[in-house]
């Protein structure tokens, strides 16, 4: 094992021990070389592959802390109501991230390290409104890939869409209330609660109408071309300010084109949101904000107001990986192996459960909902069968699931959608027969 591995398990081990608890500090890169007596460039490395596999993020001048969130490479553990730890979940159908084979860690560790040695860069604080460089890199991007132009002054980085949408708010006018598409989007609902705005859901008359029109339910429906139309006329009348959440635009897996709410009001009343998160590594904590027309200087009356959140050596790091054209190259090798897995999850659960449950499977994303009628008891024989699943809603009458078929590889895909067959049904049949 080399060295950065050993550093990596043992902060692992750590975690998963409870030592190090979540939203605890991380010891810094030279107390860790100290106390390790490890180089620092193993410490950086292993620290890079902890926050890429989602067990710690990084906050701008501060330090690194660990994750509330459940990385992909943890074992799957629950506790008892006797303080017990169950067993391990044999397949893990719940957790959403990346793909092991479509990941460009090692190709994006390069990067940071080059990053990393630009010191004169690091010795600065990271501009406010995000590092020009990166802001130029993703004006070009969003031209190519979503048709939008505009200038890289229009354009605010943060580290996730929390910090970006409370400089919004502080740029907006009128009535306080938004509306969201469901209660699924508790962190946004929070950050404009804290704002003294009134949370309503699939509200049209709120003066902010959040939406994500390539992945408006769980299981991944996308927002029609009539449904587009009338919500851009809708803002444009009624003076309404649409936010364009274009998470999961990148595979939307239909022949029908999904033009951006922004390029098709001329950017007037829609603020766009990109992420970086889902189409390069969970843990590259960089976000987007593109402003609407005519919001310009409202910015440059409040920036000075709010810190730039990301990390500016991952900021510096992803507009040379921009630069260079790998995201396009690397997600496009991702939608062919997310496509033709998708195409396999769909075979699988259609021979396994068509006729006995209800399969709602959208055309962007890697999740699908299932609905069994309540008798069946599918949450206690699943969690017996240590499969793990998501729970959307239990009633006397069905049971909602959500599925994702993200990390798994298509061939444990199989005997996972076969252990579903067997565990609810009782199925004796081969898995090849599925």
Request: charged fraction near 25%; include cysteine; aromatic fraction near 10%.
């Amino acid at each position: 094992m080399r060295v950065y591995e050993q550093v990596y398990e043992y902060y692992v081990k750590q975690m998963e021990e409870g030592t190090l608890a979540s939203g605890s500090r991380m010891p810094s890169l030279r107390e860790t070389e100290k106390m390790l007596h490890v180089s620092r460039t193993s410490v950086e490395t292993a620290y890079l592959q902890l926050m890429a596999d989602g067990y710690i993020y990084s906050v701008e001048k501060v330090g690194y802390f660990v994750s509330d969130m459940m990385p992909q490479a943890a074992s799957m553990k629950a506790e008892s109501e006797d303080g017990t730890v169950q067993t391990q979940v044999r397949y893990n159908l719940a957790a959403i991230g990346e793909d092991r084979r479509c990941s460009c860690l090692e190709l994006w560790r390069r990067y940071m390290k080059s990053a990393l040695r630009q010191e004169e860069r690091l010795l600065s604080y990271a501009a406010n409104q995000g590092e020009e460089e990166l802001r130029r890199e993703i004006a070009s991007y969003v031209r190519k890939q979503r048709n939008i132009i505009c200038s890289p002054e229009d354009i605010v980085i943060g580290a996730g869409f929390q910090s970006l949408l409370m400089i919004l708010m502080a740029m907006v006018d009128g009535e306080k209330s938004v509306s969201f598409p469901t209660n699924d989007f508790g962190d946004g609902a929070a950050v404009f609660r804290n704002g003294g705005y009134d949370v309503r859901f699939r509200d049209k008359s709120c003066h902010i109408i959040y939406v994500t029109p390539s992945y408006m339910t769980k299981w991944g429906d996308v927002m029609s071309m009539t449904r587009r139309y009338e919500l851009v006329v809708h803002a444009k009348e009624g003076g309404h300010l649409i936010i364009e959440d274009d998470y999961q635009n990148e595979f939307v897996f239909s022949q029908t084109p999904t033009p951006s709410l922004y390029v098709m009001s001329g950017g007037e009343q829609v603020a766009f949101l990109g992420s970086f998160s889902r189409i390069l590594l969970p843990s590259v904590r960089i976000s987007y904000l593109i402003l609407p027309k005519g919001y310009r200087k409202r910015y440059e009356q409040v920036m000075h107001l709010y810190n730039q959140t990301a990390s500016k050596a991952e900021q510096i790091a992803l507009a040379q990986f921009l630069r260079d054209g790998h995201l396009r190259g690397h997600v496009r090798k991702n939608a062919r192996l997310y496509e033709n897995k998708r195409k396999v999850f769909r075979s699988l659960l259609l021979d396994a459960f068509d006729g006995r449950a209800e399969i709602l499977f959208g055309k962007s994303g890697m999740e699908a909902e299932l609905v069994f009628p309540r008798e069946d008891e599918v949450v206690k024989r699943l969690q017996e069968a240590e499969i793990a699943v998501e729970v959307l809603q239990e009633t006397k009458t069905e049971t909602k699931l959500l599925l994702s078929c993200s990390i798994l590889p298509e061939e444990e895909l199989q005997q996972a959608v076969y252990a579903m067959k067997q565990a609810i049904y009782g199925a004796a049949s081969n898995p090849s027969c599925v």
